[in-house]
């Protein structure tokens, strides 16, 4: 494969995207179309990793690259499953909406019988229908009418963490 008038084999560019980070890869695929092509759409399937585990990753690849309504589907449920609790007690649980939140600025369709049929909570029902009502024309607008609705409170710009048994990954909170 030539790169630059300099020629590479395809061992050594397999090689090179493993070692990179997300940033890296994704700039290394544009240098040239047949990387792009090869490559590309083998980063892109990575967002299935950071489902529910890395919002900071997981907001860059659903930001970045383009996915079907199959796909946003398919990371609707997942995510809709098996939400995080970022807090809360016996009673009452906050759950971790930006994950949701990132799929329905996307059009994640939760009138979907699949959706509909895997949710089982009547909060996560509840908090659905209030997050697509403040979906907006962009997402500053949306942000400002979530600060009015009390349920999704793990939204809002003032939203203070105290992780339930000191989970690593929950202790650097990314706002939406």
């Known amino acids: 494969m030539d790169i630059n008038n300099i020629y590479i084999t395809g ?9 990179l980070d997300l940033e890296d890869k994704i700039s290394f695929t544009t240098c040239n179309k047949t990387v792009y092509e090869k490559y590309y759409d083998n980063i892109k399937v990575d967002i299935y990793k950071y489902v529910n585990n890395d919002y ?10 383009k996915y079907d309504i199959l796909t946003i589907k398919t990371l609707g449920l997942l995510t809709i499953i098996n939400p995080n609790v970022v807090w809360g007690g016996y009673k ?13 600025m996307k059009d994640l369709d939760i009138n979907d019988m699949d959706i509909v049929n895997v949710n089982t909570s009547i909060n996560i029902r509840f908090i659905l229908n209030t997050l697509k009502k403040c ?23 003032d939203f203070t963490l105290y992780p339930i048994n000191n989970r690593v990954d929950l202790l650097e909170w990314v706002y939406i």
Do not use: A, G, W
């Open 11 to 19: 061992h050594i560019i397999k090689n090179i995207i493993d070692i």
């Open 56 to 65: 900071k990753y997981f907001k860059r690849f659903i930001n970045t690259f």
């Open 92 to 104: 009452t649980k906050y759950y971790d909406l930006r994950y949701i939140y990132e799929l329905i």
């Open 135 to 157: 979906k907006s024309i962009n997402r500053y607008e949306t942000k400002v009418k979530i600060q009015n609705e009390p349920c999704l409170r793990t939204l809002h710009y």
